[in-house]
């Protein structure tokens, strides 16, 4: 669960166990990630929080987000950040979710006002990428 709220995808993975390797492991996820519906996308971005931010009912452990919210907490253009993810809100109905893993504030913001340019279908294919790379760096973390 911490590397993936999405029942689904906890369930499936379970199911396939045991994984010998992380290479396995991945790939098992990866193929959980691409059968996903979008309501099991959902259930995994309702754990998430703003990017520099906290989410009000996350079920995530902080500690596994930190990493991933680095960027946006050192932002010193915190105002700016938050008036994005908002904008992204607004128009999309959830989080901006982003792998933001060795991206500097700057980047990830202007990855959401690009994004922001998206209609619904295409930018739902950039979570659900996004939200595999996030799992990817989770699942190392876990697995050793």
């Known amino acids: 669960m911490p590397c993936c709220t999405s029942r689904r995808w906890v369930t499936e993975l379970v199911a396939g166990r045991p994984y010998r390797t992380l290479p396995a492991l991945i790939a098992a996820s990866d193929a959980v990630m691409a059968e996903l519906e979008w309501v099991d996308v959902g259930q995994a971005l ?4 703003r990017i520099g931010g906290q989410a009000a009912h996350s079920s ?5 987000t930190r990493p991933e919210l680095s960027a946006g907490a050192q ?9 994005v993810n908002r904008a ?13 893993d ?6 990830v913001m202007a ?6 340019a998206n209609d619904a279908f295409t930018e739902r294919a950039v979570v659900a990428q996004e939200l595999r790379k996030i799992v990817r760096l989770r699942l190392g973390d876990a697995f050793y």
Do not use: H, N
């Open 46 to 49: 309702a754990a998430y929080p």
């Open 60 to 64: 995530m452990d902080p500690s596994w």
């Open 75 to 83: 932002a010193s253009t915190a105002q700016e950040l938050l008036e």
């Open 88 to 100: 992204y809100e607004r128009k999309f109905g959830y989080v901006f979710l982003i792998c933001a």
């Open 102 to 107: 060795g991206l500097s504030a700057e980047q």
């Open 111 to 116: 990855a959401a006002r690009q994004r922001m």
